[in-house]
Protein backbone atom coordinates (compact mmCIF):
# COMPACT_ATOMS: atom_id res chain seq x y z
CA UNK A 1 0.00 0.00 0.00
CA UNK A 2 1.78 3.51 -1.20
CA UNK A 3 1.65 6.08 1.56
CA UNK A 4 0.14 8.27 -1.45
CA UNK A 5 -1.94 7.54 -3.31
CA UNK A 6 -2.32 9.64 -6.72
CA UNK A 7 -5.21 9.18 -9.17
CA UNK A 8 -5.62 9.04 -12.40
CA UNK A 9 -2.81 6.90 -13.49
CA UNK A 10 -3.07 8.22 -17.01
CA UNK A 11 -4.85 11.02 -18.71
CA UNK A 12 -5.58 11.71 -22.39
CA UNK A 13 -7.46 14.99 -22.91
CA UNK A 14 -7.66 17.52 -25.57
CA UNK A 15 -6.18 20.81 -25.86
CA UNK A 16 -8.45 23.37 -24.16
CA UNK A 17 -9.49 20.75 -21.85
CA UNK A 18 -9.23 21.28 -18.11
CA UNK A 19 -8.13 17.98 -15.59
CA UNK A 20 -7.45 17.31 -12.18
CA UNK A 21 -5.39 15.01 -10.21
CA UNK A 22 -5.51 13.50 -6.81
CA UNK A 23 -3.49 12.76 -4.14
CA UNK A 24 -4.94 11.42 -1.09
CA UNK A 25 -3.31 10.02 2.27
CA UNK A 26 -4.66 8.51 5.57
CA UNK A 27 -1.50 10.43 7.19
CA UNK A 28 -1.01 13.76 8.17
CA UNK A 29 1.70 15.40 5.96
CA UNK A 30 3.59 18.97 7.00
CA UNK A 31 3.75 19.52 3.58
CA UNK A 32 2.76 18.25 0.45
CA UNK A 33 4.95 19.06 -2.95
CA UNK A 34 3.96 18.89 -6.66
CA UNK A 35 6.45 17.87 -9.33
CA UNK A 36 6.56 17.70 -13.14
CA UNK A 37 8.84 15.32 -14.78
CA UNK A 38 9.54 15.04 -18.41
CA UNK A 39 11.83 11.56 -19.68
CA UNK A 40 15.12 10.91 -18.93
CA UNK A 41 15.18 13.62 -16.82
CA UNK A 42 14.84 14.15 -13.19
CA UNK A 43 11.66 16.38 -11.11
CA UNK A 44 11.18 19.52 -11.23
CA UNK A 45 9.48 21.27 -8.09
CA UNK A 46 5.93 23.09 -9.48
CA UNK A 47 5.14 23.99 -5.80
CA UNK A 48 4.45 23.55 -2.14
CA UNK A 49 2.02 23.86 0.07
CA UNK A 50 1.93 23.54 3.92
CA UNK A 51 -1.20 25.41 5.19
CA UNK A 52 -3.99 23.36 5.51
CA UNK A 53 -6.61 24.94 2.92
CA UNK A 54 -3.73 26.31 1.51
CA UNK A 55 -4.38 27.25 -2.42
CA UNK A 56 -1.98 28.12 -4.52
CA UNK A 57 -2.04 29.26 -8.34
CA UNK A 58 1.07 29.20 -11.30
CA UNK A 59 -0.37 30.61 -14.01
CA UNK A 60 -3.02 27.99 -15.11
CA UNK A 61 -2.23 25.56 -12.67
CA UNK A 62 -4.32 25.70 -9.39
CA UNK A 63 -2.60 23.35 -6.35
CA UNK A 64 -4.83 22.88 -2.85
CA UNK A 65 -4.08 20.86 0.28
CA UNK A 66 -6.71 19.94 1.60
CA UNK A 67 -7.77 21.31 5.81
CA UNK A 68 -7.18 18.00 7.67
CA UNK A 69 -3.24 18.12 5.26
CA UNK A 70 -3.89 14.36 4.37
CA UNK A 71 -4.79 15.23 0.38
CA UNK A 72 -3.91 17.97 -2.06
CA UNK A 73 -4.83 18.44 -5.80
CA UNK A 74 -3.47 20.08 -8.98
CA UNK A 75 -6.10 21.29 -11.50
CA UNK A 76 -5.09 22.27 -14.95
CA UNK A 77 -7.47 24.87 -17.12
CA UNK A 78 -7.23 25.05 -20.55
CA UNK A 79 -4.59 22.34 -20.75
CA UNK A 80 -1.85 22.76 -23.77
CA UNK A 81 0.65 20.05 -25.55
CA UNK A 82 3.25 21.90 -23.36
CA UNK A 83 1.61 20.29 -20.42
CA UNK A 84 2.21 16.77 -21.21
CA UNK A 85 4.42 15.04 -18.82
CA UNK A 86 4.21 12.66 -15.36
CA UNK A 87 2.85 14.91 -11.95
CA UNK A 88 3.95 13.47 -9.03
CA UNK A 89 2.57 14.38 -5.58
CA UNK A 90 5.24 14.23 -2.55
CA UNK A 91 5.15 14.54 1.33
CA UNK A 92 7.70 14.53 3.79
CA UNK A 93 7.74 11.32 6.09
CA UNK A 94 9.51 10.89 8.82
CA UNK A 95 13.23 12.58 7.21
CA UNK A 96 11.76 10.84 4.17
CA UNK A 97 10.34 12.12 0.93
CA UNK A 98 7.80 9.84 -0.82
CA UNK A 99 5.89 10.20 -4.13
CA UNK A 100 2.61 8.56 -4.98
CA UNK A 101 2.63 6.34 -8.04
CA UNK A 102 2.10 9.28 -10.86
CA UNK A 103 0.03 10.83 -13.33
CA UNK A 104 0.94 10.57 -16.98
CA UNK A 105 -0.51 13.59 -19.09
CA UNK A 106 -0.76 13.69 -22.47
CA UNK A 107 -2.51 16.46 -24.22
CA UNK A 108 -2.90 16.16 -27.72
CA UNK A 109 -3.17 19.21 -29.83
CA UNK B 1 17.41 27.13 -7.50
CA UNK B 2 20.02 25.16 -6.16
CA UNK B 3 22.41 22.67 -8.64
CA UNK B 4 22.28 18.85 -8.06
CA UNK B 5 24.55 17.22 -10.30
CA UNK B 6 24.43 13.48 -11.25
CA UNK B 7 27.03 11.64 -13.25
CA UNK B 8 26.80 9.71 -15.68
CA UNK B 9 24.04 10.56 -17.38
CA UNK B 10 23.79 7.27 -18.62
CA UNK B 11 26.22 3.94 -18.53
CA UNK B 12 25.96 0.62 -20.19
CA UNK B 13 27.84 -2.09 -18.22
CA UNK B 14 28.29 -6.26 -18.62
CA UNK B 15 26.24 -8.17 -16.22
CA UNK B 16 28.81 -9.29 -13.49
CA UNK B 17 30.25 -5.99 -13.52
CA UNK B 18 29.66 -3.08 -10.85
CA UNK B 19 28.53 0.60 -11.39
CA UNK B 20 29.49 3.67 -9.34
CA UNK B 21 26.91 6.55 -9.77
CA UNK B 22 27.82 10.18 -8.14
CA UNK B 23 25.82 12.76 -6.72
CA UNK B 24 26.98 16.29 -6.15
CA UNK B 25 25.23 19.51 -4.49
CA UNK B 26 27.08 22.06 -6.56
CA UNK B 27 26.20 25.58 -4.80
CA UNK B 28 25.08 23.92 -1.18
CA UNK B 29 25.99 21.19 1.77
CA UNK B 30 23.35 18.51 1.46
CA UNK B 31 23.20 17.10 4.67
CA UNK B 32 20.66 14.60 3.18
CA UNK B 33 20.74 12.38 -0.07
CA UNK B 34 18.11 10.24 -1.24
CA UNK B 35 18.65 7.95 -3.76
CA UNK B 36 15.38 7.04 -6.15
CA UNK B 37 14.84 3.72 -8.73
CA UNK B 38 12.68 4.25 -11.28
CA UNK B 39 10.66 2.60 -13.95
CA UNK B 40 9.91 3.22 -17.37
CA UNK B 41 6.66 5.42 -16.83
CA UNK B 42 6.18 4.86 -12.81
CA UNK B 43 6.55 7.09 -10.35
CA UNK B 44 10.00 7.31 -7.75
CA UNK B 45 10.76 4.36 -5.58
CA UNK B 46 13.22 5.33 -2.79
CA UNK B 47 15.73 2.95 -1.98
CA UNK B 48 17.50 4.56 0.50
CA UNK B 49 18.36 7.90 2.45
CA UNK B 50 21.83 8.54 3.47
CA UNK B 51 23.03 11.43 6.22
CA UNK B 52 26.11 12.50 5.23
CA UNK B 53 29.09 10.96 7.55
CA UNK B 54 26.14 7.98 8.60
CA UNK B 55 25.07 4.91 7.13
CA UNK B 56 22.27 4.83 5.05
CA UNK B 57 18.61 3.77 5.83
CA UNK B 58 18.12 1.08 3.30
CA UNK B 59 14.37 0.51 2.84
CA UNK B 60 12.33 -2.49 2.79
CA UNK B 61 13.39 -5.11 0.29
CA UNK B 62 16.71 -2.97 -0.90
CA UNK B 63 19.45 -5.41 -0.90
CA UNK B 64 22.39 -3.08 0.96
CA UNK B 65 24.67 -5.47 0.25
CA UNK B 66 23.71 -4.77 -3.62
CA UNK B 67 23.34 -1.28 -3.86
CA UNK B 68 26.13 0.34 -1.63
CA UNK B 69 25.49 3.85 -0.50
CA UNK B 70 28.34 6.33 0.88
CA UNK B 71 27.68 9.77 1.31
CA UNK B 72 30.94 11.00 3.01
CA UNK B 73 30.95 14.61 2.37
CA UNK B 74 28.19 17.19 2.92
CA UNK B 75 28.21 17.64 -1.31
CA UNK B 76 28.74 13.71 -3.16
CA UNK B 77 26.80 10.53 -2.36
CA UNK B 78 27.67 7.87 -4.37
CA UNK B 79 25.79 4.50 -5.08
CA UNK B 80 26.97 1.36 -6.94
CA UNK B 81 25.33 -1.32 -7.83
CA UNK B 82 27.59 -4.23 -7.62
CA UNK B 83 27.61 -7.23 -9.31
CA UNK B 84 25.13 -5.51 -11.79
CA UNK B 85 21.94 -7.82 -13.24
CA UNK B 86 19.73 -6.75 -16.23
CA UNK B 87 16.69 -6.85 -13.81
CA UNK B 88 19.12 -4.15 -12.28
CA UNK B 89 18.65 -1.73 -15.86
CA UNK B 90 16.36 1.12 -14.33
CA UNK B 91 16.86 5.08 -14.17
CA UNK B 92 18.35 6.20 -11.01
CA UNK B 93 17.57 9.52 -9.20
CA UNK B 94 19.55 11.35 -6.52
CA UNK B 95 18.04 14.04 -4.37
CA UNK B 96 19.74 16.22 -2.05
CA UNK B 97 18.72 18.77 0.40
CA UNK B 98 20.51 21.43 3.34
CA UNK B 99 18.20 19.87 6.31
CA UNK B 100 14.87 18.44 7.08
CA UNK B 101 11.91 20.23 5.89
CA UNK B 102 13.97 22.00 3.01
CA UNK B 103 13.18 21.88 -0.52
CA UNK B 104 14.76 18.72 -2.08
CA UNK B 105 16.42 19.60 -5.23
CA UNK B 106 17.09 16.62 -7.91
CA UNK B 107 19.79 15.21 -9.97
CA UNK B 108 19.35 14.81 -14.09
CA UNK B 109 19.06 10.89 -13.11
CA UNK B 110 21.02 7.99 -14.74
CA UNK B 111 20.00 5.93 -16.88
CA UNK B 112 21.93 2.23 -16.36
CA UNK B 113 21.05 -0.49 -19.00
CA UNK B 114 22.84 -3.73 -17.70
CA UNK B 115 23.79 -6.44 -20.57
Known amino acids: TQLLEQSPQFLSIQEGENLTVYCNSSSVFSSLQWYRQEPGEGPVLLVTVVTGGEVKKLKRLTFQFGDARKDSSLHITAAQPGDTGLYLC?????????FGAGTILRVKS | GAVVSQHPSWVICKSGTSVKIECRSL??????MFWYRQFPKQSLMLMATSNEGSKATYEQGVEKDKFLINHASLTLSTLTVTSAHPEDSSFYIC???????????FGQGTRLTVV
Open chain 2, 27 to 32: DFQATT
Open chain 1, 90 to 98: AGEYGNKLV
Open chain 2, 95 to 105: SARASMNTEAF
